[in-house]
């Protein structure tokens, strides 16, 4: 069995994985996308997060025993080629880079969406088009730099969640914000039942949930520039899968309690809605300004994967040559930049239909991601 060996600068600390790890599964799908799938399976949200979960740990465990022993930036790819051959590994490679070229499609979609909150009347594909080249200059500089964003875009989700746990806690057993009447938890099965539209709801749910948790393989990717590869992924993969457990099934269980789920909307985060009951001033602004940089932190580790996947590919000659070239900090500076041209089809359709296209790109990156 042969692993390529790569030439990538191992910078990235342990401060920087254990983020990484945590904040690339966190992103607009959970801020706003619950927001739809709580109009799918109501209260029973919790179980297909639950369910997602479950699947999330097998295949983190999986990824883990393989990444501390060969960690290499190609992750699953090149364990692909070295255990099953050239025709899975190829299938693999591409596919992933294309789920992630699409999601970074949506998420400077999602950037241009919420900037209009405070620019309602600002072109949306402008927006687009100046998030991507900020994204692709930060990935080009060196891999330090992008572990130090990511770090504290990751950071700033982290702090948020725990905030409207605690906060929609204390409301639900204190009545905190609610004139110290507890919330409770009735509200999962007053309206309509646990389950108003039985296990059909919490399958068809599955479908955001499986985007929701896409970005979780990512501490596999990391582990070729990581600089204690064995002790930093052993830590995070033993920690992820709780922490974004609790971060889905809690914040779920939590706005849902606190409101009936055919009382929420799908225009405005769940979020908002819960720091808005508690009195907190400008709650919507702080909200969507955490919404942008959880945006643009999945833009940033979308770069980061494709940039990767593509030099991995090209290692293993399943892809031209040029996208294996390295630049003189050794980022795969070619792979990145074919990344963010290809990603300019999602700021064209930013100027052609800017209403619908984070949904669609969230919706057909799912295809890649199954």
Request: net charge neutral; charged share 10%.
């Amino acid at each position: 069995m042969e692993i390529q060996k790569e030439n990538l600068k191992k910078d990235l600390k342990d401060r920087h994985i254990q983020l990484i790890a945590i904040g690339g599964v966190i992103g607009v799908a959970l801020f706003m996308g619950s927001a739809q799938s709580i109009k799918l399976a109501g209260p029973g949200l919790i179980l297909s997060y639950a369910l997602g979960g479950i699947i999330m740990y097998f295949v983190l465990r999986a990824l883990g025993e393989v990444a501390v022993e060969y960690p290499v930036s190609s992750s699953f790819a090149g364990y692909a080629k070295a255990f099953l051959g050239p025709k899975i590994s190829y299938m693999t490679g591409w596919t992933y880079w294309y789920m992630w070229v699409i999601i970074c499609m949506a998420e400077i979609s999602a950037v241009g969406l919420f900037i209009k909150f405070w620019w309602p009347d600002f072109p949306q594909w402008i927006t687009a088009s100046i998030t991507l080249a900020l994204m692709v200059t930060v990935n080009l500089i060196a891999v330090k730099v992008y572990g130090e964003f990511e770090f504290w875009f990751a950071l700033i989700k982290v702090v948020t969640i725990i905030c409207m746990l605690v906060l929609g806690g204390a409301m639900i057993l204190f009545g905190l914000g609610n004139g110290g009447v507890p919330v409770g938890f009735s509200n999962l099965w007053s309206h309509g039942g646990f389950l108003p539209f039985g296990w059909t709801g919490v399958g068809m749910a599955l479908v955001m949930v499986t985007w929701a948790y896409s970005g979780v393989e990512l501490i596999g990717i990391t582990s070729g520039e990581a600089k204690d590869a064995e002790r930093s992924l052993s830590s995070a993969i033993d920690k992820v899968f709780w922490r974004v457990l609790i971060f889905y099934v809690g914040s779920c269980t939590v706005i849902l309690s606190i409101y009936p789920w055919d009382t929420l909307g799908t225009k405005v985060s769940p979020f908002v809605s819960i720091f808005d009951k508690m009195g907190i001033p400008y709650a919507a602004s702080i909200m969507n300004f955490v919404i942008m940089t959880s945006a643009a932190s999945c833009l940033n580790s979308g770069l980061y994967i494709c940039g990767r996947m593509l030099y991995g590919l090209s290692l293993r000659n399943e892809a031209p040559q040029f996208l294996g070239k390295l630049n003189s900090a050794q980022v795969p500076v070619n792979g990145i930049l074919f990344t963010g041209a290809v990603s300019l089809i999602g700021v064209f359709l930013n100027w052609y239909a800017p209403e619908n296209v984070f949904y669609y790109m969230g919706a057909v990156s799912v295809t890649g991601s199954i």
